[in-house]
């Protein structure tokens, strides 16, 4: 038997039950191996049953008397089984569960974890089951408790994991050098990877689960830094910087860089003037100033001879960054033309085509367009897109400098993660003039409040947005897939749907303005028309969905409500109250929720707190973890098997130094562990 081995072949587990593994990602004995436990039960004191609490989570021990399968009206599942030691009897309590029925018989011994409340329905107290075994018998004190799915049970995947450390354990190589081990104060490998299984106390694990962080941090930090070591070694294009134009070219516009902004341009000036290829992540929070640093960056490209492709994630920025740009280099060298799926079918770049500024949407990466001289990919909300797709636009270039922008503010372990192979520049300054936003929570009981204020600020000719999660009650929710948190069907019933509330304010609210709608669903064309009307001024309110979190810039608008603004997460609450106080006047965001959850209500009082995007972002990262802090599988984030990039930061900072060291003092043990490692890095 060997680790590389289907886990069929392993005693015990059989065709059958290897389709079952395969649903949990397990098909080799060393995925089974580093099947980590998710907690552990400690069973070294088991109360008896006459000791049990309310309130508590406890574990029980015991001998079922009775089993009493259930159906609701509903034809929900409910099995209840009274379960008796020498002390009292307990009844433990499964929902949905109907095939246990024929599991449990009169007699049978059982072990389980759960917690204990007094049932008002039968006037004793229950035990609502999380984990539970048969009991055999065995005298195992803390107990490994598995993510399992329907047919594994906790006894046999903790023997199938006991075959497999017993015949292949030994096969597991630690490559880990000596010296690093020693540094980091980590254990080996095969010593670890046997006590997150079987820990024989509690305090056992903690050492085990340092050194596996560790290596989960360690060879993917050391992917990136192999990564950005080829990048810098690559030969690029060396641009030559004319301060001259640069200047003459500032001059025209109609402020002044911030000293933010300056430094921040010279950070990619001087990437651009070296022979190899630039790779840098340029952040700043909403209204920054970020796009005339990638603007004067295109100019650098464009003036050296070479095309630019601007790509954005959706049509109505795309299209936004189209007419600022044309206007902002309008007498310069600089030609633009719009790529989108609405734009005309012409989807080549030649010679004899004078455009050097290409600005479009995943567009620009179809197979169909090329380019001739593409020498700068400026990628806006980079997140938003794939890794293999960024990947797709720096193909179709000579090996381009590339500059991705985002106005989401990237928590520092995460920036570490995603972005560890980019060079970073932040914007960390606003420009002068900018009046802070001012935000209120507005509960349900005060919402006519908040329409009077609205009435108030468009009778003296100010804008107002409203936000609602979904189009029409029917739909799903209609959310950015970077930021929006997940709503399943029972959280959606009551949601306000943009149309319907629309539809609603025109009516009964402001028969005397006109109500505009804008939604995702739109084609592009009936978009920028709504857009273009609303920046106008002949649309005094827009309703619209999230398509407005990214790029909209109304300086006249100068309001927003965010309707459930307890459904959002706190970096898209954070984009979307963004889109005002664009201009000199006070702006309001209100913020009409209802607090049902302690998360709900931290949220809020953040966004009433602080217009910091960075610090937002750290909350945010806290509440709603990395996997749904995107939202989205194609974010580049790996699937650690143990490390948390939240919970194990400090892990992760030690982790990153000394992959970038050992890449630049000994290449060929990087090489090495990164070739018989990477295999096991998946990117989600």
């Known amino acids: ?80 089984v009274i379960l008796s030691d ?80 017993d015949n292949c354990l030994a096969d597991v190589v630690d490559f880990l050098p ?76 109609p402020f002044t860089l911030t000293s933010a902004q300056e430094q921040v341009l010279a950070d990619i000036l001087s990437d651009m003037g070296k022979p190899q290829p630039m ?28 095309q630019v492709a601007f790509m954005a994630p959706t049509e109505i920025l795309a299209q936004q960054h189209y007419t600022k740009l044309t206007k902002l280099l309008k007498g310069s060298k600089v030609t633009t033309k719009l790529m989108t799926s609405s734009t005309k079918k012409r989807t080549t770049s030649s010679k004899k085509d004078i455009t050097n500024l290409f600005i479009g949407t995943h567009r620009l990466i179809q197979e169909k367009v090329n380019f001739d001289r593409l020498g700068l990919v400026i990628i806006d909300e980079q997140h938003r897109f794939g890794v293999l797709q960024r990947k797709a636009l720096v193909k179709k270039g000579l090996s381009p400098d590339v500059l991705a922008i985002t106005a989401t503010p990237i928590p520092r372990s995460m920036a570490l993660t995603l972005y560890g192979d980019f060079d970073r520049s932040v914007i960390d300054e606003m420009p002068p003039g900018r009046t802070p936003i001012k935000t209120h929570f507005v509960p349900e009981n005060r919402r006519r409040s908040a329409y009077e204020f609205m009435r108030q600020k468009v009778a003296e000719g100010q804008q107002v947005f409203v936000v609602c999660p979904l189009v029409s009650e029917s739909e ?43 939604h995702g669903r739109l084609k592009g064309e009936e978009k920028d028309r709504i857009m273009k009307q609303f920046s106008q001024g002949k649309i005094h309110i827009l309703v619209s969905t999230t398509v407005i979190e990214v790029g909209i810039d109304i300086p006249n608008a100068t309001v ?6 307890e459904r959002f997460g ?59 802090f995107y939202g989205t599988r194609q974010s580049g984030l790996p699937n650690f098997r143990v490390a948390d990039i939240i919970r194990d930061e400090k892990v992760l900072k030690a982790a990153r130094a000394v992959a970038m060291d050992l890449v630049a003092t000994d290449l060929e043990c990087a090489c090495n562990i990164w070739e018989s490692q990477r295999k096991k890095i998946k990117l989600t």
């Open 1 to 80: 038997m060997t680790i590389i081995m289907s886990v069929q072949y392993l005693k015990g587990v059989g065709p059958k039950l290897a389709k079952i593994l395969k649903k949990l990602g397990v098909e080799t004995v060393e995925d089974l191996i580093y099947y980590f436990p998710r907690d552990y039960e400690d069973r070294s004191h088991i109360k008896p049953i006459s000791d049990l609490r309310p309130a508590n989570f406890e574990i029980v021990k015991g001998q079922i008397s009775q089993v009493n399968p259930q159906l609701t009206r509903n034809r929900f599942s409910v099995i209840k």
């Open 86 to 165: 020498l002390s009292g009897s307990i009844q433990a309590v499964w929902f949905n569960q109907p095939f246990l029925s024929r599991l449990f018989r009169k007699g049978m011994r059982l072990i389980l974890s759960g917690r204990v409340e007094y049932s008002d329905f039968d006037k004793s107290l229950q035990v609502i089951v999380r984990d539970f075994e048969v009991d055999t018998g065995d005298n195992i004190k803390i107990v490994p408790l598995y993510p399992l799915t329907q047919g594994l049970y906790p006894k046999k995947m903790r023997g199938i994991i006991r075959e497999a450390l």
């Open 178 to 253: 000596e010296d690093i081990k020693r540094k980091e104060g980590l254990i080996d490998l095969e010593t670890a990877i046997k006590t997150l299984h079987f820990p024989n106390s509690m305090s056992d694990i903690s050492e085990a689960r340092k050194r596996l962080i560790f290596d989960d941090f360690f060879v993917f930090q050391l992917g990136l830094g192999l990564c950005k070591r080829k990048i810098k070694r690559e030969k690029g294009i060396a641009y030559q910087i004319d301060q001259k134009s640069l200047k003459s070219f500032s001059d025209t516009l």
């Open 279 to 306: 790779n840098r992540l340029l952040q700043g929070d909403v209204g920054s100033g970020k796009t005339i640093v990638a603007t004067l960056a295109a100019l650098v490209a464009v003036n050296n001879g070479y």
């Open 476 to 518: 799903k929710i209609d959310f950015n897939p970077s930021t929006a948190l997940r709503i399943d069907a029972e959280q959606r019933r009551g949601i306000k749907a943009a149309m319907d509330e629309a539809a609603r304010l025109q009516k009964e609210i402001f028969p005397e303005y006109r109500v505009g709608l804008l």
């Open 560 to 565: 927003m409500v965010i309707e459930h603004a």
């Open 570 to 628: 706190l970096a898209q609450l954070h984009q979307l109250r963004g889109r005002i106080g664009r201009g000199s006047k006070q702006s309001f965001c209100f913020l009409i929720a209802k607090i049902a959850s302690e998360e709900a209500k931290t949220r809020v009082k953040a966004m009433l707190d602080s217009v910091d995007g960075f610090y937002l972002a750290e909350v945010d990262l806290k509440l709603r973890g990395p996997g749904d």
